[in-house]
């Protein structure tokens, strides 16, 4: 069944690695109940931009690195890099959340 409910984050994205499997659960129980996550995540060009993060992890291989937002937590966001952008750009989610769920009441 499809999300009825729709929760909005707006945060700078950056969690560490421990926080990553919690939120991959909470957003598995929150699409069990209904509700489709989507993060707004608010990000600044340059270097310590999450898109140009990578993310460590050691493994049996020896190290592996790899893009931050490659293993991402949430599989739902926008990435935001200018701040004065996001009125417009929550209101284009939120008209496509609107029209997606009218033509699935109109099927």
């Known amino acids: 069944?499809?999300?009825r409910q729709l929760l909005l984050i707006v945060?700078?994205?950056?969690f560490d690695a421990s926080s990553r499997s919690a939120l991959r659960r909470r957003q598995r129980d929150a699409a069990d109940a209904g509700v489709a996550?989507?993060?707004l995540l608010l990000d600044q060009?340059?270097?310590?931009?999450?898109?140009?993060m990578k993310s460590?992890?050691?493994?049996?291989?020896?190290?592996?690195v790899a893009p931050y937002l490659d293993d991402y937590p949430l599989p739902c966001?926008?990435?935001l890099r200018d701040v004065s952008a996001l009125?417009?750009?929550l209101a284009a989610a939120?008209?496509?959340?609107?029209?997606f769920h009218a033509d699935r009441g109109m099927a």
């Open 45 to 52: 060009p340059g270097r310590d931009s999450v898109l140009e």
């Open 56 to 64: 460590v992890t050691f493994g049996s291989g020896g190290v592996e």
């Open 87 to 89: 009125p417009e750009t």
């Open 77 to 79: 966001y926008v990435v």
């Open 11 to 14: 945060s700078d994205g950056r």
């Open 1 to 3: 069944a499809a999300p």
């Open 94 to 99: 939120l008209k496509q959340w609107f029209e």
């Open 37 to 39: 996550v989507v993060l």
